[in-house]
């Protein structure tokens, strides 16, 4: 059973940081790619990042790039998301979906979601 599991959201003070982490079961890591999106309330699924085990690209929302870095551990079966300098645009449900083989920035042909994890920011 394909199992993706979001985890490390929280409430944080604007200009803090939160690492979120995604642990992937069920399936063979290294033929997939695992994006994070995210969605606030009364808004569309936005994807946000992405990171491609089979050829190792990397994609960043150019809304994120320079707070947010994504990573894997292998041993793991993890991929994480780091998130600095969170501010008032962040708050939203944060989603992991993995998709075969490369990256796409958009919802559409991810096959498996994570539940969600909530990413609150306090001002």
């Known amino acids: 059973e394909v199992q993706l599991v979001e985890s490390g959201g929280g409430l944080v003070e604007a200009g803090g940081s939160l690492r979120l982490s995604c642990a992937a079961s069920g399936f063979t890591f290294d033929e997939y790619a695992i994006g994070w999106f995210r969605q606030a309330p009364g808004k569309e699924r936005d994807g946000i990042s992405c990171?491609?085990?089979?050829?190792?690209?990397?994609y960043y929302d150019d809304s994120v790039k320079a707070r947010f870095t994504i990573s894997t551990d292998n041993a793991k079966n993890t991929v994480y998301l780091q998130i600095n300098s969170l501010n008032p645009e962040d708050p939203a449900v944060y989603y992991c979906?993995?998709?075969?083989?490369?990256?796409?920035?958009?919802?559409?042909?991810?096959?498996?979601w994570g539940q969600g994890t909530q990413v609150t920011v306090s001002s």
């Open positions: 990171i491609s085990r089979s050829d190792g690209t990397t």
């Open positions: 979906a993995s998709i075969n083989y490369f990256c796409s920035s958009h919802p559409t042909g991810y096959r498996y």
